[in-house]
């Protein structure tokens, strides 16, 4: 993919917990002649993204519509809960749903874990947040605790709150996704190697780039081409000599002069 191939930018959306600088660096490794161009979106919003054309791929949030896209699971994050750090439940590694039942758990309006109704944990906020930052400032107000996927409670990270994971909590899954289409975009196949750790030189799902020779590798072909002009001169050279003008080549001679044929054996 050379040339007039490659499209001059690559847009890749992002939800907020997902951190792309690794795969981007690579990226600018890769091609640093195409801009990959990074656009914030929420969980909610980054699917439409992607099916409006304002985005090439994302990396999401699981479950999305595979009607209309692609998906590859990247990860799975464990769900932490965030509790002021005077909390009792500071003094334990983990905690359960249960040790939460006599808790206010705030359920924000943009959670990303996948809850069942009858399943929520703990007792119900008088009001739903608005957003996760909303939540977490309830949290430092001592006003309730917050479920969320550990990167989520790192983003939100304050000095008087921490976080402990959460068993049989249910988790969410991190995925890059792109439109669904008869041939995967050569672009988005260049991101899926770099996602799944695949060398430059792997040809898996796209054309072989090329690659620019060495400067040992010229000096290398440099010797081998002098060695075989030196092969094609004459007498010593690695090839054949050959037949001078007007003179016919002897038919399987042996070395020394000896003509080809036996003589007859002497009488005795």
Avoid: C
């Amino acid at each position: 993919m050379t040339g007039s191939d490659i499209p001059s930018s690559f847009r890749l959306a992002y939800v907020p917990g997902v951190t792309p600088t690794k795969w981007v660096r690579v990226w600018h490794e890769r091609l640093p002649h195409t801009a990959l161009e990074l656009v914030q979106a929420t969980a909610s919003d980054a699917p439409g993204l992607l099916v409006d054309g304002a985005a090439d791929a994302g990396l999401v949030r699981l479950p999305v519509d595979r009607n209309v896209l692609s998906a590859i699971p990247l990860y799975t994050e464990t769900t932490v809960v965030v509790i002021p750090k005077d909390h009792v439940a500071t003094a334990a590694e983990e905690v359960s749903l249960a040790e939460l039942s006599d808790e206010v758990v705030l359920h924000p309006l943009d959670d990303v874990l996948d809850w069942e109704t009858e399943t929520l944990p703990g007792r119900p906020a008088v009001e739903r947040p608005a957003t996760t930052a909303d939540a977490i400032e309830l949290v430092a107000a001592g006003i309730g605790v917050l479920l969320v996927p550990q990167s989520l409670a790192r983003l939100h990270h304050r000095k008087d709150l921490t976080y402990r994971p959460v068993q049989e909590a249910p988790e969410s899954r991190v995925a890059l996704s792109w439109p669904e289409a008869e041939e995967t975009p050569a672009l988005v196949e260049e991101f899926i190697g770099i996602v799944r750790g695949r060398t430059v030189n792997s040809t898996r799902g796209r054309a072989a780039t090329p690659q620019r020779p060495t400067a040992k590798a010229k000096d290398k072909a440099k010797e081998k081409s002098k060695g075989k002009r030196a092969g094609t001169g004459g007498g010593s050279g690695g090839g054949r000599n050959k037949p001078a003008a007007g003179r016919k080549p002897s038919s399987g001679g042996r070395a020394g002069g000896q003509s080809g044929k036996r003589g007859k054996p002497r009488g005795r």
